[in-house]
């Protein structure tokens, strides 16, 4: 069975730090393209970043050089360090592991940036 578990999400002010980790179970972690996605009240679920079995990464242009993604093959698990929040990173921050026409999805965990 696969699993995708969240954390590390809450409450921060404008301008500070986050880091979300999305542990996986039930897949072969290292070969999977990983992704954190992200839905706002009322808008469609949007890529934030993405970091390939290579760890190529790339990103949405709205969070370039403020967000960085990493993975840890050991652990099974990819990060997501949110660096400069502004209010519009408040949203549902999903993970997803996909290979090929495969994805999984985590439960999602809050991020809330007050100003």
């Known amino acids: 069975q696969v699993q995708l578990v969240e954390s590390g999400g809450g409450l921060v002010q404008a301008g500070g730090s986050l880091r979300l980790s999305c542990a996986a179970s039930?897949?072969?972690?290292?070969?999977?393209?990983m992704g954190w996605y992200r839905q706002a009240p009322g808008e469609q679920r949007e890529l934030v970043a993405a970091?390939?079995?290579?760890?190529?990464?790339n990103y949405a242009d709205s969070v370039k050089g403020r967000f960085t993604i990493s993975r840890d093959n050991a652990k099974n698990t990819v990060y997501l360090q949110m660096n400069s929040l502004k209010p519009e990173d408040t949203a549902v921050y999903y993970c997803?592991?996909?290979?090929?026409?495969?994805?999984?999805w985590g439960q999602g965990t809050q991020v809330t940036v007050s100003s």
């Open positions: 970091i390939t079995a290579g760890r190529r990464a």
């Open positions: 997803c592991a996909s290979w090929g026409p495969n994805a999984h």
């Open positions: 039930g897949i072969s972690f290292s070969g999977y393209l």
